[in-house]
């Protein structure tokens, strides 16, 4: 009896193998064309992402839709060819219904990674609305730098220190966003004081025509105004624009305006006076260190 149930599971394997054969062979034509169209497939969407990557950054504003672009590309030609290699196989059916299922879990994984979606949307939005550029100094909240590299997930930017600070686009997208370099000019305000007894129109004369040697000012849209009585000075501003964006030289334009202001003031012997302290003795003020003194000595001995 044990014999005649191990005849017949024998047999059973070896029926189930020759049909697993027969499906084999029959699937071999289907198999070889699969296969031949997925080695295809892969190196004809490698060279569309090379054409595309030659190409886009040309045709569209921005490194960073360009790069987007030539992802969704390369993806759509891969998918392509994996459905049409499947159907081939006649397992279609079997992806559809796999595919259906990861939706499924796609949605409950949504709300997991909804920060991370947050910065992918977030980033094709920065793409399209392009408020900064590569190489463009910007400042976001209280991240100050320059423009590395624009990514789908996350911004990158050099401090003027040298740090690399990753940004993600859901906060840079949604926060102000400062950018120095896109108007091509920037303001500087230079603060400074001349003593009470100065010619005020004098000091803003000889101010306005040392700026004029300054590189990169710009005169015309220079403006000197006298702001407040300061306790030993009379303030001024200047308001200088620098017809460059370059923050070395935005730092190299303060640097030679204050040389040039300090020269020109020496040269027509303008002061700028140091902060006074004025001492009043006496006990209702008014009355000399040196009368003080003396009206103490004086008490001294009289009491002696």
């Known amino acids: 009896m044990d014999d005649l149930n191990i005849d017949k599971a024998v047999n059973l394997i070896l029926e189930k193998i020759n049909h697993w054969a027969s499906d084999l062979i029959s699937m071999l034509p289907n198999l070889l064309i699969a296969s031949l169209i997925l080695v295809l497939g892969f190196y004809f969407s490698k060279k569309i992402r090379k054409f595309a990557e030659k190409k886009l950054p040309k045709l569209l504003p921005t490194k960073t839709l360009a790069n987007l672009s030539v992802s969704l590309i390369y993806i759509f030609c891969l998918g392509t060819v994996i459905f049409v290699a499947l159907k081939i196989l006649n397992l279609d059916s079997t992806i559809t219904t796999a595919l259906a299922g990861a939706g499924i879990v796609g949605l409950g994984l949504a709300f997991a990674f909804q920060d991370i979606a947050a910065n992918f949307i977030s980033g094709i939005f920065i793409a399209f609305s392009r408020p900064f550029y590569v190489d463009e100094l910007i400042r976001v909240k209280d991240f100050e730098g320059f423009v590395v590299e624009m990514r789908l997930r996350e911004t990158i930017i050099r401090t003027h220190q040298g740090h690399l600070i990753s940004l993600p686009n859901k906060e840079v997208f949604q926060n102000a966003i400062t950018n120095y370099t896109r108007y091509g000019k920037r303001r500087a305000d230079v603060i400074g004081g001349v003593s009470y007894g100065e010619d005020l129109r004098k000091v803003r004369e000889v101010a306005l025509k040392a700026l004029e040697s300054v590189p990169n000012v710009i005169a ?78 004086q008490k001294s001995e009289d009491s002696n």
């Open 220 to 297: 015309e849209d220079t403006t000197f105004l006298f702001e407040e009585f300061d306790g030993s000075s009379i303030n001024f501003k200047i308001r200088i624009w620098v017809n460059s964006s370059k923050f070395g030289d935005y730092l190299q334009f303060i640097n030679d305006t204050i040389i040039v202001l300090k020269e020109a003031f020496d040269e027509n012997n303008i002061s700028m006076p140091f902060p006074i302290t004025t001492l009043d003795f006496g006990i209702k003020g008014g009355e000399k260190l040196s009368d003080v003194l003396n009206s103490g000595n």
